[in-house]
C-alpha cells in the first residue's frame, strides 16, 4: 500500500480520499408502501419491481443482481412520480429492530430491461461523479469499515433507525478507482466461488428431493431400478404401497413422543442447554444460537424434557416440521412445549424414521394437522398419528438410509465450504478496505 499521508480528518492514503455521503451522492425518494401492495407479475404494462426493506433484511446481499434475482411487483399505477432504480445505485434499509440489519444496503446491478422503484424503509442513493467504480459501492458500504461509521448514528430503543439527514453528513474514505478495480478482482473471485458452491448444493438438493420421492415411497428400489405396478398392494387409508412394507402409525413405532417444558423455564447467561426450533439448521442440530438454564431447572424437567443420543426433535412452532436427530453422546440439553417434540423408535433405526419425517407425505400431513389445530402449531398428539410407511425388510431401510444420507453429508460439507469462503470474504473486505493491505495490490 502507498505511503499515509495526513489530512485534517483522519489518516488517508495517498489516493484515497475523504467525502461526505451528500458530496458523493444525490438522494432520491423512495416509496412507502407496505408488503400488502405486492401483487403477482400480470404484464410489465400493469406491474414493476419493487425493493422492500425486508428483503434487504433477509434476502439481497451486497450486490442485488436485479436480473437473476427475484424481487416482488407492485402494480405500476403505484409508480407515480418515484425514480426508476439505476446501475449502481444503493439502496439503504434505514429501519430494523436489530443493528444488523439497519443500515444494510445492496448496490443494484444488472438492471437490462427491469423497472424497479425502491419502497417502504429505504434509501436511495446515486453516485453523482466517478468517486466508485460500478459494483465496488455494495462491498464497501458492507464492510466494518462503512458499518461501524453507520452504526454511529443509529437512533432508537426497540427499533432502530438512520434518516437522510445524518447520513449526509458522514465521511466515506474512498479507495483510487485503481485501487478498488484490485480490490473488485479479490471480491468477485470470492463471490464466484460461493456461486459455484451454492450451484452446487441446489443441484444436490434437488436430486436428494427426487431420490426421497422415490425411495420413501418405494417406488424406487435402493439399487436404482424402479417396481413395477404388480409390485404394490394398496393400503385402504395410504394408497398404493410396495409389497414387503407396512403401514404403521408414528405412535405404533415409537417408545415414546413427547412434548417438552410447558412452563416456560428461567434463563441463565451459562448452564445446560435449552433447545428451541431455531437450532434445527438444514437438518443438524446446531449449538450456535442457544439459550441456556440452571442445573435447578434442569434437575426439575431433565427426566421428561431432556433429549439423549438417536433422539428425534421435531419443531412444532415456528418454521413447523423441520427434522433432526441428537448425536450421541449428547448431554445437558432440554425441549419445551413451545418449540420441539421428541420421539425415539425400537422398531426402526433413528435415521430411517428421521427421513420419512422429512419425506412429502408426512410434511403434508404435519400441515394438514397444523391447518386444522386453533393454535396453528403441532404437538405430540398430531404426531403420533401421523401414518408412514417402510420396508420391513431392515437391509432394505440401511440401504435407502445410506443413498440419502450420502446426500445429506455432501450438501453439509458444501455449506461448510460456503462459511470458510464468506469468512475469507468478510477477512479481504475487513483489511483491504481498512488499508491493512496482506495482498499486494
Known sequence: MSKMENTSITKVSK??????????????????????????KVSSELSIKYIHYGDIHTQY??????????IPYISRE??????????????????????????????????GDNEIISGLHT???????????EGFKGYFFSSDFVRRELLRIVTGIKVYSITKATLAKVNLTIPSPQEQKAMMRFFSKVDEAIASVQNSI????????????????????PDGTFRTSEEFYIDEKFGKVPVGWEVKKVQELSIQVTDGEHQTPER?????????????KNGYLSLDDV?????????????????????????????????CIVPDGFIGGMVRSAALVKLNSDKIEPQFAELMLQSHSLQNQMKVA??????????????????????????????????????KRDIASMQDKIIVLERLKKSLMQNLLTEKNIINL
Request: with cysteine; hydrophobic share 35%; proline share 2%.
Open 202 to 221: 441446489t443441484a444436490a438438493e434437488r436430486l436428494k428431493k427426487s431420490l426421497m420421492q422415490n425411495l420413501l415411497t418405494g417406488k424406487m428400489k
Open 15 to 40: 489516493g484515497w480520499n475523504v467525502k461526505t455521503v451528500e458530496q458523493v451522492f444525490d438522494f432520491y425518494p423512495t416509496a412507502t408502501y407496505s408488503r400488502g401492495k405486492q401483487v403477482p
Open 370 to 407: 397444523v391447518a386444522s389445530s386453533v393454535q396453528g402449531n403441532i404437538f405430540q398428539g398430531a404426531i403420533k398419528k401421523l401414518r408412514m410407511i417402510y420396508p420391513h425388510d431392515k437391509q432394505e431401510r440401511l440401504a435407502i438410509t445410506e443413498c440419502l444420507y450420502q446426500f
Open 61 to 70: 446481499k451486497m450486490l442485488l443482481d436485479a436480473t437473476n434475482t427475484k
Open 268 to 280: 441463565t447467561e451459562t448452564g445446560y442447554y435449552l433447545l428451541s426450533a431455531r437450532n434445527i
Open 78 to 111: 403505484l409508480k407515480k412520480d418515484f425514480e426508476f432504480v439505476k446501475n449502481g445505485d444503493l439502496i439503504i434499509a434505514d429501519t430494523s429492530e436489530d443493528y444488523d440489519g439497519v443500515g444494510k444496503c445492496v448496490e443494484v446491478v444488472n438492471i
Open 123 to 133: 434509501l436511495m442513493l446515486r453516485q453523482k461523479g466517478n468517486d466508485f467504480i
Open 291 to 323: 439459550d441456556y438454564i440452571s442445573d435447578k431447572e434442569l434437575r426439575r424437567i431433565q427426566k421428561r424434557c431432556n433429549p439423549q443420543g438417536g433422539d428425534i426433535l421435531i419443531s412444532c412452532s415456528g418454521t413447523i416440521g423441520n427434522v
